[in-house]
């Protein structure tokens, strides 16, 4: 994946004038080329900083704005995408015979979601319902059902986290999986770690929730209480839940059991009511992804007070509305989670939050009118070509390979061709015909959307695996492989300009989105996704000695990244980001051979004061300028998989004798390594 988290864009012709107001919907977007020689500095040494001739110029220019964490190519170009899909959907919203039903589902609940006077005045009435189904428990047996119904309708992490997924060993079918459930804070660590700032945002946390209930009508007191139960409850989650380091090991994720086997693993809880109450009543298959913490939920579930369950429900039903509630319950929510924890000093706007969650709950009706506005056919046709290019050079990058053997070389080959390459969209579109919206229940519209597509992963349990679906929704800037599916995706958001951009010469866009292709199809080959075999089973195709040859080459990358400092005395965790600073590195490597090939016979000239290979290594570097928070590069070094965009320049580009040719960089300088030193896995 390209990016934590989903982003968006769009494109059309430039907007007028006076569309340049940040909080005005856009008819049109903007142009920014795919090598933008205004974000450059040309007055640093790209033999010193890569990364500051590349982009000190939009660094300078771009500072974050105030409703942002973080600011970079991808922010920016998601802040005019909202933009021009508030346009589609203020449109939409406004109605008339002519909408098609997905149509009328997207415009209506972006107008309940706009009306903020009437949320307002609701205060935190959404939640009684809920809150009276918790007060209603007089035993403790009481709570698969109640669990059941707040799992389908809020959030399926409370407690634990259960939904469908593929089973590792056998891909073609989909089973059950009981996983770890959320916690209040972005990793476990903030529970366990012992350093003041740790301790300092684990106390802010706790001060949080006690305003949250006070907001709920709780007496200061009560609500202080209520608030060292929920962290003292979380922080013993915590505790028995695994390291985001130990996730990225399948083997240590996989874990099948029979329905008698997970209860007792847990018998202070009645999974055959929990099942039935969720509606996957007679399911007797699972995996359960951490096997520890379901037995040290069940020593708490054992000894914790119903009063105390009652409190820890109460708080985790509050903060996953929180956001859509009232203004006091939205402004406390952005309060500890953006500010305090990420440094962002205002809130977004609310035509801002209501497209994300149109694109969230409907992004496949939203998506359709992206696709028919932004994404030709003639586009699609261009980018399955770069598509097939990139993966032409990984075939040949394989064979080329002298650490591994032909017989692991005849499998790597076989799974490469098994990739299935998904570009722009879905074939299919997403039936939202059961999802019941109205434009005057934007509560209502919320948690029926959160039931509609609980429901539908659950419905997938015992089922053959549909291998045409995807994982995001067509206007995200955004690219993921998985592994279990062994497919790469390009959401058409993501193949626009500048980051595919058919009015610039080759090299930027196979430096860009080349890269980015590279990248995905790289993760196959990363050290998780090598895990996988070409069918998508978690099963072992490599020779002992090929497999640590492997680990031997990815040992360079993980000591090479663990120098760099993230913020403060904080350096990268080089075990979590070793996944995509493999990919990144083998994604510019496939992208250089695949444009080499594409222009064979077809001279290059320089441009913009540019040779044809600095316009590639530029225009790969220009997706990465940001700036970033010191509050949220923090909250990044424990949870992101991804390096910051510096190191995921620089730190590529001196592992590419490519780059000090085509710079001149010599021995001595920061962006040259001697050959023998450079890392290179693929």
């Not at 076989?414 to 570009?423: D, Q, T, Y």
């Not at 594409?598 to 225009?619: H, M, T, W, Y």
Request: proline residues 5%.
């Amino acid at each position: 994946m390209r990016f934590a988290g989903l982003l968006f864009l769009a494109l059309a012709a430039g907007p007028s004038l006076a569309q340049n107001s940040a909080n005005t919907p856009l008819t049109a977007l903007p142009y920014t080329p795919g090598l933008d020689v205004e974000a450059m500095d040309r007055s640093a040494d790209p033999c010193a900083d890569f990364y500051q001739y590349a982009c000190g110029g939009w660094m300078k220019n771009n500072p974050i704005p105030a409703d942002q964490s973080i600011w970079n190519v991808y922010r920016k170009l998601t802040n005019d995408n909202q933009r021009y899909l508030w346009g589609i959907l203020d449109t939409l919203a406004q109605g008339g015979a002519e909408r098609n039903a997905a149509q009328q589902k997207a415009g209506d609940y972006f107008a309940a979601c706009m009306d903020e006077k009437a949320v307002d005045q609701l205060g935190a009435k959404p939640l009684n319902d809920y809150f009276a189904l918790i007060d209603g428990m007089h035993d403790k047996k009481d709570l698969p059902r109640v669990l059941g119904r707040l799992h389908i309708e809020i959030a399926s992490s409370m407690l634990f986290d259960f939904g469908s997924n593929q089973d590792f060993a056998d891909s073609n079918q989909v089973i059950a999986f009981a996983n770890a459930a959320d916690l209040g804070l972005p990793d476990r660590d903030y529970y366990l770690k012992t350093d003041q700032k740790s301790k300092d945002m684990l106390a802010k946390y706790r001060a949080h929730i006690a305003r949250t209930f006070e907001l709920l009508g709780d007496s200061a007191a009560a609500a202080g209480a209520a608030a060292d139960k929920v962290v003292s409850f979380e922080r013993v989650l915590a505790q028995a839940s695994l390291s985001k380091v130990d996730k990225r090991d399948p083997y240590k994720l996989f874990h099948k059991a029979k329905l008698s086997e997970l209860q007792a693993m847990t018998p202070a809880f009645a999974w055959n009511e929990y099942l039935d109450a969720i509606g996957v009543a007679g399911v007797s298959e699972f995996n359960v992804s951490e096997p520890m913490f379901y037995k040290a939920l069940n020593a708490s579930l054992k000894r914790m007070p119903l009063a105390d369950i009652k409190t820890y429900l109460r708080w985790h039903v509050a903060r996953a509305m929180s956001p859509y509630l009232s203004n006091a319950f939205v402004n406390e929510n952005f309060g500890f989670y953006q500010k305090t924890l990420r440094g962002v000093p205002e809130l977004q706007p609310r035509w801002k939050r209501c497209v994300r969650l149109v694109d969230t709950q409907l992004g496949e009706a939203l998506g359709q009118e992206f696709v028919s506005r932004a994404f030709s056919p003639q586009l699609k046709e261009q980018t399955q070509h770069l598509t097939h290019q990139i993966e032409v050079a990984m075939k040949e990058d394989i064979d080329s390979l002298n650490w591994m053997s032909d017989e692991t070389k005849r499998k790597a080959q076989e799974k490469l061709a098994a990739v299935a390459n998904k570009i722009g969209y879905p074939d299919k579109w997403r039936d939202y015909s059961s999802y019941s919206v109205s434009r005057t229940d934007f509560a209502g519209n919320l948690t029926r959307g959160v039931a509609f597509e609980t429901k539908r992963q659950l419905a997938k349990i015992g089922k053959p695996l549909d291998r045409s679906e995807w994982g995001m929704t067509p206007p995200t800037v955004n690219a993921y492989y998985n592994p279990q599916m062994n497919d790469i995706n390009f959401p058409a958001g993501v193949l626009q300009p500048p980051l595919y951009d058919a009015k610039m010469d080759a090299a930027p866009n196979y430096g860009n989105t080349g890269g980015t292709i590279g990248h995905e199809l790289t993760h196959g080959f990363d050290d998780e996704g090598r895990q996988f075999d070409a069918k998508g089973n978690l099963k072992d195709w490599w020779t002992k000695k090929d497999a640590k040859a492997f680990t031997d080459r990815a040992q360079c990358i993980v000591d090479q990244y663990a120098q760099y400092t993230i913020v403060d005395d904080i350096k990268i965790n080089s075990k979590l980001t070793l996944g995509e600073d493999v990919a990144d590195l083998g994604g510019l490597i496939l992208a250089w051979m695949a444009w080499k090939s594409e222009i064979a016979n077809a001279p290059q000239q320089a441009r913009d004061g540019l040779s044809p290979e600095q316009r590639f290594f530029v225009g790969y570097a220009q997706w990465a300028c940001e700036n970033d928070r010191p509050e949220n590069a923090r909250v990044n070094a424990l949870t992101n998989p991804h390096s910051p965009g510096r190191y995921r320049v620089n730190g590529l580009v001196v592992n590419m004798p490519e780059f000090a040719k085509a710079f001149s960089c010599k021995a001595g300088q920061a962006m040259y390594r001697e050959p023998a030193k450079m890392c290179r896995v693929w």
